[in-house]
């Protein structure tokens, strides 16, 4: 009788190594067992902050009866602070967040930053949306012709407002400059809902901002005129707005929207999450919604989201070997 005691003290070891050994995998099966947060770079309101609402509704439902997502808005430093955030968060799957071109991919070039892409785990892409040009319809302003001409007239009287140094709306502003040969000046905001409230008002000129948010706010009655969509060709959602190529200025830009989290998550909680985003991709539902309010959806795979992400920091840095984008 004696023996079974030490038989005891000799297996309690094993059998702890052993739950050890375990725990890991069954934490990981059932994450996630509190709420996930939604980084979203900039103020609410605007094209990001929309789309992320969505997603987040429809990746609960790809990701199991207990998962609750909720989007937190982080602005500044042109998204900057909220990219951070993200990158420095623990990888553990409670913290996950879009991060945006080019602002993601000019910041590090620009200025010392505490993020870089390849800080990340891709998640995948979601929306690749055209830059444009938009003025109030009050203004005497028609085409890219008559703001050339406007802003010869007036030296730097045209102001413009972007969601912050670096983005790709005062990028392509930089390059209309240079193309056509004239000045404007930069008013940089921390969203595009901020851009929106300020050409609404009047206080500026011309919003610098993607197609789809600018069709979305024209759509919820704000007076806007759309001078060009800075695509190949025309985005199907906006057909009748001709492209700055059209118009004889040779400026290509757009914003990829994409989901990322911390480097190093365990890869079963990497997959679920990949898995649930680009089943909301899928989604019929999900994609007539994206629609409704002018989110152009273009999805890329992780591997594939990183090789843009790749080819696109290259030309940047090319961009900004020759054309520095500071407003000093």
Not at 85 to 96: F, K, L, R, S
Not at 273 to 284: E, R
Request: hydrophobic fraction near 45%; aromatic fraction near 8%.
């Amino acid at each position: 009788m004696q023996r079974i005691p030490s038989l005891l003290r000799r297996l309690v070891p094993a059998l702890a190594l052993c739950a050890a050994a375990v725990a890991p995998a069954l934490s990981h099966a059932a994450w996630p067992e509190a709420p996930i947060k939604m980084v979203v770079a900039y103020a609410a309101g605007g094209g990001t902050d929309i789309i992320a609402r969505l997603m987040a509704q429809h990746m609960q439902k790809h990701l199991g009866p207990n998962a609750s997502i909720v989007v937190v808005n982080r602005p500044g430093a042109g998204g900057g602070i909220g990219f951070a955030e993200i990158a420095n968060a623990q990888p553990d799957g409670y913290t996950i967040g879009f991060i945006n071109t080019p602002n993601v991919l000019t910041i590090p070039i620009e200025r010392k930053s505490n993020f870089h892409w390849q800080n990340y785990d891709l998640l995948g892409n979601i929306v690749d949306d055209p830059g444009n040009f938009s003025v109030h319809s009050d203004t005497p302003i028609h085409s890219l012709a008559e703001l050339v001409t406007y802003a010869k007239a007036n030296p730097g009287k045209v102001t413009y407002g972007t969601t912050g140094i670096g983005s790709d709306d005062h990028l392509a502003a930089l390059m209309f400059e240079r193309a056509a040969g004239v000045k404007l000046t930069h008013v940089p905001f921390k969203g595009a809902a901020e851009v929106h409230n300020a050409v609404a008002s009047k206080q500026i000129v011309m919003a610098a901002m993607n197609i789809g948010e600018a069709m979305q706010y024209q759509k919820g009655g704000t007076p806007l005129r759309h001078l060009g969509q800075m695509s190949e060709k025309r985005s199907t959602l906006a057909p009748n707005v001709p492209t700055f190529k059209e118009q004889g200025f040779n400026v290509i830009m757009a914003s990829l929207r994409g989901i990322a989290a911390p480097k190093n998550l365990p890869a079963p909680v990497r997959e679920q999450l990949a898995g649930a985003i680009q089943k909301t991709v899928n989604d019929p539902e999900f994609q007539a919604r994206a629609a409704g309010y002018f989110a152009p959806i273009r999805y890329l795979a992780p591997a594939a989201y990183a090789t843009q992400l790749k080819e696109d920091e290259a030309d940047f840095r090319q961009l900004w070997q020759a054309m520095p984008w500071t407003d000093k």
